[in-house]
């Protein structure tokens, strides 16, 4: 291991519904789907039609901007539809599985002809090249552009995110096996928790790093901030953990096997657990009515801070590695309202009693923002749990004011949305910091192409 580094500022959230270890098979789903919304930064073109077959590792759409760059089926089965939105938007393309899934079988470089080209040729057409992102601007890597480094965080500190070391029991083979290929690509960093130091602290063909402190010192971006951070003009590409096991399995078998782990999560999962499905499976396969009754829920895909909104109907995204259940909040009715004590509510600021009560103690916490959109009080909160070299307010007043000199000079090309999430948490004027983030990467990113 060559480093350890103690994160001192963040902000860890602790919620009731945490995953139990216990794994168990999810039944097969009767729609899987891909989103390209989940892959940001391409623009979708389908390459099969409603009523077509496809085999599991086979495309269902490329990107228009770089067409080597392939979205491919999880499951064999049939196109049944084609789901566009607005303006002929793709939302979505569903597959009806089939009863025997049936893989595509690629042929894998052995031993010393595995070399990186072949690896980046192998990745593209198995499509598990969509998998990586880049960094500036956090959007799909592209292949024309040699990274810098490749960066694997292999935990997160998110409120009840899935426990990669639990994850990981039976899969280590793969995992070392995809570390040890990403390294012919470019140089490897992987951050660990102290936690994982027996397991994952002697890793060949990497850097390994320790993080040692609270959310958000698992995100990727403040991993690569006290790493090495990124000066204008250099790309790093990142890669999620079990993601890096899907190229160990390809490198193994011969054909894309986009099976995980996820943990269902949340005070309003009947049954908080892991279960194991593949990316896109419809969500009432895994949920199948499994949360509380009685009063509004929401479910999430992903966990409470950086997932989105979904229902039982919708699909499994190709990043999410937990789906969450916690009430929605909007039909309840308190006495005294702001006045109240609040003994089972939790505040970062302790306006509430319930600091008193400890640190340890998990909260059963709603949907409610308890407050109302205001303006921006520089009274330095973001900074208390932002723990990059970044000053995190000035940074999103410069986005909000589209000056893009000064976006540069604070360090935008360093930070993604989901770094902003803690600060969107504690943010007393209520603004949508990930949006904001998110779309002032977005306009950056058109103005320097």
């Not at 392939?70 to 089939?98: H, M, N, W, Y």
């Not at 002697?202 to 850097?207: F, I, S, T, V, Y």
């Not at 399995?249 to 943990?263: F, M, N, P, S, Y």
């Amino acid at each position: 291991m060559e480093k350890t580094f103690k994160i001192r500022k963040g902000l860890d959230l602790n919620l009731a519904g945490v995953a139990q270890q216990q794994l168990h098979k999810a039944a097969p789903a009767q729609v899987y789907a891909l989103m390209p919304d989940d892959f940001h930064g391409v623009k979708p073109r389908p390459v099969v039609k409603e009523g077509t077959h496809v085999m599991a590792g086979e495309p269902l759409f490329v990107d228009k901007n770089e067409e080597r760059i392939c979205f491919v089926s999880p499951v064999s089965g049939t196109v049944a539809v084609v789901e566009r939105g607005e303006r002929r938007k793709i939302l979505s393309i569903q597959v009806t599985p089939d009863s025997e899934t049936e893989y595509k079988v690629f042929d894998v470089p052995e031993g010393n002809r595995l070399t990186a080209d072949s690896l980046l040729d192998l990745l593209l057409a198995s499509g598990l090249f969509a998998f990586f992102r880049s960094r500036p601007y956090d959007v799909v890597a592209s292949p024309a552009v040699k990274p810098r480094d490749i960066f694997v965080s292999t935990f997160s500190k998110m409120p009840l995110a899935a426990d990669f070391s639990y994850v990981l029991q039976g899969q280590e083979a793969d995992f070392g096996r995809g570390i040890s290929a990403l390294s012919l690509l470019a140089p490897v960093s992987v951050g660990i928790c102290p936690e994982q130091e027996d397991v994952l602290g002697q890793l060949h063909d990497a850097r390994v790093y320790c993080f040692d402190g609270p959310n958000p010192s698992g995100n990727v971006g403040v991993q690569i901030n006290h790493i090495a951070p990124i000066n204008k003009g250099e790309t790093v590409w990142t890669l999620g953990a079990e993601e890096v096991i899907f190229i160990g399995r390809l490198l193994r078998t011969g054909h894309v096997d986009l099976t995980r782990r996820i943990a269902l999560a949340g005070s309003d999962m009947l049954h908080p657990q892991y279960v194991e499905t593949k990316i896109g499976a419809r969500l009432d396969s895994l949920v199948g009515g499994g949360t509380a009754s009685g009063h509004s829920v929401r479910l999430i895909d992903g966990n409470p801070l950086v997932g989105r909104k979904t229902d039982e109907q919708r699909f499994l995204g190709a990043h999410t590695t937990e789906v969450c259940a916690i009430p929605e909040g909007d039909d309840r009715d308190e006495v005294l309202g702001w006045i109240a004590p609040r003994l089972n509510d939790y505040s970062a600021s302790r306006s509430y009693f319930s600091w008193l009560q400890g640190k340890n103690r998990h909260y059963n916490l709603d949907c409610r923002i308890k407050g109302g959109q205001r303006h921006m009080i520089m009274s330095g909160e973001y900074d208390r749990v932002f723990p990059m070299d970044i000053y995190a307010g000035y940074l999103v007043k410069a986005i909000i004011t589209g000056n893009i000199d000064r976006q540069e000079e604070l360090g935008i090309y360093e930070v993604a949305p989901e770094d902003f999430a803690v600060a969107e948490f504690v943010d007393s004027s209520k603004l949508e910091l990930q949006r904001i983030v998110r779309e002032g990467l977005d306009i950056l990113r058109k103005e320097n192409s």
